[in-house]
């Protein structure tokens, strides 16, 4: 009997790698510090893939220094790009910052197929909700994998990658999958120290959801991810009228202190607004931190995985220039402020249910100017990448940038656990936000929009 369940054993194994194939680099060359490196590979269009395992491989080498310390391995398919431009970077493993390849980082970083974080472990494994039957690729079968490497000590080695499981059965059981990406856009995200709770909020926003082809989308599947501060996570829905719309679609505690993921079962429509909120420990910071990936930066991101994909890759936001501003109590020096379309403009952004004595907090506030509108000139990014922003350098009143202006405020002790705190309340319950959406190889205009609540989100039981 037991030679029996042995054998079936044996052959369900090989029965079951012979429905997997793994993307992963080729004894890749990882530099010291922080960095992602790129590698094109290429699928079968035809294959619906139904999950993944990561494969975390250090190559042998007769001196390795330092083994890679992997943060995120993302796999993204490969759309808007000649086939003969592909081919040219086809297996080999390049430095995604290179300007020489982005052009195909452009391309290949729209739609997200695959992601692992270090939080859930080298063990996870990700099987899809049955109702989906699965993810595939583009026309062309062409993928771009991304390994993004943090704090190496010295040069190393890897061949990491994600072992992809195929479906099975020649009919595909369900609907084919797709990922929508929601979170803060990076980096203009804030985090200051010496709380125990610091709330970063980001709003997918209904002039993004309104592209989808059907009535609505169906959620089954929610994983966030945050830096190592994070503690817990929540996703709701707002309506129109800016009411919540039923429960939250989550409300967890994050694994690891940076992940959660939780099969669920929601509808969004296209007239409503997705509000994800990122909580973070920081009692044992005194300095302010922004966004990015790393022991000393912090992110806040959402991965949806719904039925039936549709064109909406990314829909994410960040607080204005004139909220940020509003909230820290100083104004640019050369008024050079954005403008955004103004579609969904609200005029009482700043209202509060809280009745605090802000009236003097921005007296010297100098009122926002038109000025040109933001250019459309933002690249392709993987889901938590940082990308320049031009707020951070400019101007501020007392002629220092205002990434350095932040920074002060804590790091010279001019405010208190109270200030803190006060500021959250405005960044987080009554900001503004340029809410940035893209739609296949498509990036729509950033417009401007008031906060989608009445009221800071709750969880209702």
């Keep these: 009997m037991q030679g029996q369940v042995l054998l079936l054993i044996s052959n369900f194994l090989s029965v079951y790698s012979q429905f997997s194939v793994t993307i992963a680099q080729d004894n890749a060359d990882v530099s010291s510090g922080d960095s992602s490196l ?38 993204y398919s490969c759309h808007g790009i000649t086939v003969t431009e592909l081919q040219k970077w086809e297996k080999v493993s390049h430095d995604c910052s290179s300007a020489a390849y982005l052009n195909v980082k452009d391309a290949c970083g729209e739609r997200l197929m695959f992601l692992w974080s270090k939080a859930m472990g080298r063990s996870y494994e990700e099987r899809l909700p049955a109702e989906i039957s699965g993810i ?53 995200l804030i985090v200051m120290g010496g709380v125990e709770e610091w709330r970063a909020t980001s709003v997918c926003h209904r002039s993004c959801l309104k592209n989808m082809e059907e009535d609505s989308m169906k959620v089954l599947k929610v994983g966030v991810f945050t830096g190592p ?62 966004g990015g990936v ?7 991101f959402g991965v ?70 933001l250019k459309n000139s933002r690249k392709k990014r993987e889901a938590y990448e940082t990308v320049e922003d031009a707020f951070f350098g400019k101007l ?39 809410v940035f959406c893209r739609l296949g190889s498509t990036e729509m205009p950033v417009i401007e929009v008031g906060p989608p609540t009445s009221k800071p989100l709750v969880s209702v039981p």
Aim: proline share 4%.
């Design 38 to 75: 790129c590698w094109v590979d290429k699928l079968d269009s035809s294959i619906f893939y139904t999950g993944f395992r990561p494969r975390l491989v250090i190559p042998p080498r007769l001196v390795v220094p330092a083994s890679p310390k992997i943060a995120y391995i993302s796999l």
């Design 294 to 300: 790393g022991p000393d930066l912090e992110h806040c």
């Design 136 to 188: 595939r690729t583009g026309d062309s079968g062409y993928v771009m994998l991304v390994v993004t490497y943090l704090d190496v000590a010295g040069p190393s080695v890897d061949s990491s990658g994600l072992e992809l499981i195929e479906a099975t059965g020649p009919i595909p059981s369900g609907m084919e999958g797709g990922r929508l990406i929601v979170g803060h856009q990076l980096p203009r």
């Design 229 to 290: 501060r994070g503690t817990s996570a929540r996703l709701g829905i707002a309506s129109e009228e800016g009411k919540e719309v039923g429960k939250d679609i989550l409300n967890a505690d994050l694994v690891n202190g940076s992940y959660v993921e939780k099969q669920v079962e929601r509808r969004i429509a296209p007239d409503n607004d997705l509000w994800l909120d990122c909580i973070y420990n920081t009692q044992d910071l005194n300095v302010t931190i922004f």
């Design 396 to 434: 501020s009143d007392d002629k220092s940038l205002v990434k350095d202006r932040i920074k002060s405020f804590q790091s010279q002790g001019k405010i208190n656990s109270s200030t803190v705190v006060m500021i959250n309340s405005l960044l987080a319950k009554d900001s503004q936000h340029a």
């Design 304 to 373: 949806l995985t719904y039925v039936t994909k549709t064109v909406i890759t990314t829909c994410k936001s960040h607080p204005t220039e004139y909220s940020v501003l509003y909230a820290l109590d100083f104004y640019l020096e050369n008024e050079d402020y954005n403008t955004y379309s103004e579609d969904y403009y609200v005029d009482d952004a700043f209202d509060s249910e809280e009745e605090e004595n802000y009236d003097d907090a921005f007296g010297k506030r100098k009122k926002r100017e038109a000025t040109s509108r």
